[in-house]
């Protein structure tokens, strides 16, 4: 988050740099992404972005079960962040969208 603020893009964590592309997850994969491959760290923050304003930069590719997932193969741009925060849970353990301000 911190590499986004200040620089403005983010070239991913080790893992995206090692892969070519961040991997991204839908709204409706967040939870279950999070739970899976972050489970016990701390002091993660939850980005929404504008895929759209990466063009064909966003591939949707199958990953866990067959699923489409959006990966980008460019730096995240700051400009193209709509929202984001520290991540945050609902009562329920489902991650929460950060909310644009």
């Known amino acids: 988050m911190a590499a986004l603020q200040g620089d403005g893009t983010f070239a991913g964590a080790p893992i995206d740099v090692a892969d070519g ?3 991204l997850s839908t709204a409706a994969q967040l939870t279950e992404t ?3 491959h972050f489970a016990g760290q ?5 980005v929404a972005v ?3 304003a990466h063009g064909d930069a966003i591939r949707w590719e199958p990953s866990r079960g ?3 997932f959006p990966h980008l193969y ?3 741009l700051l400009e193209t ?9 609902d009562a329920d353990g489902t991650v929460r969208l950060p909310i644009a301000g």
């Open 42 to 46: 701390h002091d993660l923050h939850v």
């Open 21 to 23: 592309y961040i991997h």
């Open 81 to 89: 962040a709509i929202a984001y925060g520290p991540l945050m849970r």
């Open 34 to 36: 999070v739970d899976k």
């Open 50 to 52: 504008d895929l759209a």
């Open 66 to 68: 067959g699923q489409l």
């Open 74 to 76: 460019a730096p995240m």
